[in-house]
């Protein structure tokens, strides 16, 4: 089956995931515009609003990630404002608190890749993955049989 654009539907569908996978941003955001405006194939809205999806959602995740190390740095300041002399109130601390907010933050950027390349292998097939936490959101936008 093809798209509109005259390329398989499957790969149009990987090629949404790729795209999430090394642009993001602007190109995710118009790729999934034109497939939600134009294209009638569920299989293609699903994987589209699915790769857009993971892709805030890892963005959400980053920015909290990285604004828990600002809130220890706000710590240890007003600690020395009052001078309390605490363990937190070293830079050998806030330096290991920030090695592991970066760890995790690239622990989120490395699942992030893997199951963005699963998506794009699995869609090229016509298969997905199911995320558990935007499937309900991809049944309820997603598909034309459920707009009105």
């Given at each position: 089956m093809k798209s509109k654009l005259g390329i398989h539907i499957g790969f149009l569908a990987c090629l949404c995931f790729l795209v999430g996978y090394f642009m993001g941003g602007i190109s995710l955001i118009a790729l999934v515009g034109y497939i939600?405006?134009?294209?009638?194939?569920?299989f293609v809205r699903i994987s589209a609003v699915k790769s857009l999806l993971i892709v805030l959602f890892v963005s959400v995740l980053h920015a909290l990630v990285g604004?828990?190390?600002?809130?220890?740095?706000?710590?240890?300041w007003f600690t020395r404002i009052f001078n309390a002399d605490t363990q937190f109130n070293s830079t050998e601390a806030i330096s290991k608190i920030n090695q592991i907010?970066?760890?995790?933050?690239?622990?989120?950027?490395?699942?992030?890749k893997i199951?963005?390349?699963l998506l794009a292998f699995m869609a090229c097939g016509m298969k997905?993955?199911?995320v558990p936490f935007i499937e309900g959101l991809?049944?309820?936008y997603a598909r034309r049989?459920?707009?009105?």
């Amino acid at each position: 089956m093809k798209s509109k654009l005259g390329i398989h539907i499957g790969f149009l569908a990987c090629l949404c995931f790729l795209v999430g996978y090394f642009m993001g941003g602007i190109s995710l955001i118009a790729l999934v515009g034109y497939i939600l405006i134009a294209e009638d194939s569920d299989f293609v809205r699903i994987s589209a609003v699915k790769s857009l999806l993971i892709v805030l959602f890892v963005s959400v995740l980053h920015a909290l990630v990285g604004l828990l190390p600002d809130v220890f740095d706000f710590i240890n300041w007003f600690t020395r404002i009052f001078n309390a002399d605490t363990q937190f109130n070293s830079t050998e601390a806030i330096s290991k608190i920030n090695q592991i907010f970066d760890f995790i933050d690239w622990i989120i950027d490395f699942c992030k890749k893997i199951l963005m390349l699963l998506l794009a292998f699995m869609a090229c097939g016509m298969k997905t993955i199911k995320v558990p936490f935007i499937e309900g959101l991809i049944a309820k936008y997603a598909r034309r049989d459920r707009q009105q």
